[in-house]
């Protein structure tokens, strides 16, 4: 269990380790987001909106230390696993991860996260889908509309009464920041659009 971490980072890896520069976050979200005419307030930085806050420090650890040291992200560390993508994580990135926590998996149906444990094409297809090149902070995040997944297609991003959402999803904890990213905490599984081929 020790080396693994927030699939979502993962897979990002996997997909464009050979080609993320380490540009700065600012040409990363010109690059990949759209951005919004004015920038709403920035969410709460480290924290969340449970009783339970999720506990990730340490800009001197990569993505992968920081997310295995929190403990909330056992079922991404399975994923993470059954992808085979670990030490991708470990590469220098930037990454920006919108990493769901256990909690955020029990909500999927009976059966979901098996079946994907067990399909490698598929799994990499969602845990691509939480990801985006670039360490993109929340001041920069809120400030956007839309952003371009590693996976191919973009998640929306709305921001209101200083709650903000991906794809309706929460961001219960934003800029945990690690030596090769970001990581920004939700409270659902993102789920890519279905293929019309």
């Keep these: 269990m020790q080396r693994f971490l927030s699939w979502s980072c ?5 997909l464009a380790a050979s080609s993320v520069s380490t540009e700065s976050s600012a040409n990363a979200a010109g690059r990949l987001f759209n951005r919004r005419a004015t920038a709403p307030p920035t969410p709460c930085q480290g924290t969340t909106a449970s009783s339970s806050p999720v506990h990730l420090v340490g800009s001197e ?9 929190a403990g ?16 991708t994580l470990q590469g220098k990135g930037p990454f920006t991860v919108f990493a769901p926590t256990d909690e955020a998996f029990a909500k999927l149906p009976k059966g979901t996260v098996e079946g994907l444990l067990k399909d490698k094409k598929a799994l990499a297809n969602i845990l691509t889908y939480h990801v985006v090149s670039g360490k993109v902070m929340a001041a920069d995040v809120v400030k956007l509309e839309s952003a371009k997944t590693v996976q191919g297609e973009s998640v929306a991003i709305v921001v209101k009464s200083g709650t903000v959402t991906i794809n309706g999803v929460n961001v219960v904890a934003t800029d945990i920041v690690c030596k090769n990213g970001v990581i920004h905490v939700i409270d659902a599984v993102l789920l890519p659009p279905v293929s019309k081929k």
Excluded at 10 to 14: A, F, L, Q, R, S
């Design 61 to 69: 650890k990569d993505v992968v230390e920081t997310a295995v040291g």
């Design 72 to 87: 909330k992200f056992k079922t991404l560390v399975a994923a993470v696993q059954a992808a085979g993508l670990v030490e």
């Design 10 to 14: 993962v897979i990002c890896g996997i």
